[in-house]
């Protein structure tokens, strides 16, 4: 069984850093792309930024040229540098990681969220 564990999140000034994390286990063959998306209150969750295997990336605009993914392929992780932050990043944030299992599964998971709140 394959499982995301994301953690890192908390309570930051406007200004601020943070760095999130995210962590695969389980009976995985390979990871296809991981990604971080988040969702505020009364909002659609929405992609923040996306890596692939081979190492390419694609940011939201909202977040471009603040925020840096990067994936550990060894360690199954991806991370997310913040910097930054404003009020408005303040969501839950989910690591998503596209993988294919030992018996050649291929589907998307979803780690259980971490809180990010940016206070002004």
């Known amino acids: 069984q394959v499982q995301l564990v994301d953690s890192g999140g908390g309570s930051v000034q406007a200004g601020g850093s943070l760095t999130l994390a995210c962590a695969a286990s389980?009976?995985?063959?390979?990871?296809?792309?991981m990604a971080w998306y988040r969702q505020a209150p009364g909002k659609q969750r929405e992609l923040v930024a996306g890596?692939?295997?081979?190492?390419?990336?694609n940011y939201a605009d909202s977040v471009n040229d603040r925020f840096t993914i990067s994936m550990d392929k060894v360690s199954k992780a991806v991370y997310l540098r913040m910097n930054g932050l404003e009020p408005e990043d303040t969501a839950v944030y989910y690591c998503?990681?596209?993988?294919?299992?030992?018996?050649?599964?291929?589907?998307?998971?979803w780690g259980q969220g971490t809180q990010v709140t940016v206070s002004s």
């Open positions: 890596i692939s295997s081979r190492g390419t990336t």
């Open positions: 389980g009976r995985i063959l390979g990871i296809n792309r």
């Open positions: 998503n990681a596209d993988i294919t299992d030992s018996n050649t599964f291929r589907r998307a998971y």
